[in-house]
């Protein structure tokens, strides 16, 4: 049986010190890039959660699927819709 590692002070960094080690270097992920938006501007992004019930998420998800679309973008093209729709139109 293989001897264990012994754990010694150089294990140990205080919070906000730690760096990765040579070996985790390559397996990093290259940092992510927020997607453009479908109107084409970049300049501002907003998070926002939806909750669905199962009924309607599996609707969404099959009509992704048929029509080969992310959720993101359906949605998007849905809200704008319901936007351009309303009376005041000034949202």
């Given at each position: ?33 927020t ?50 729709a ?6």
């Amino acid at each position: 049986m293989a001897k264990a590692a012994s754990i010694t002070e150089g294990l140990f960094k205080k919070k906000g010190e730690a760096i990765p080690s040579e070996t985790a270097v390559g397996r990093l992920r290259p940092p992510q890039t927020t997607p453009p938006h479908q109107n084409g501007n970049t300049d501002y992004y907003k998070s926002l959660t939806l909750k669905l019930d199962r009924r309607r998420y599996e609707a969404l998800k099959h009509a992704g699927i048929k029509d080969n679309k992310k959720s993101q973008q359906i949605l998007v093209e849905a809200l704008d819709l319901w936007l351009s729709a309303r009376p005041d139109k000034n949202g």
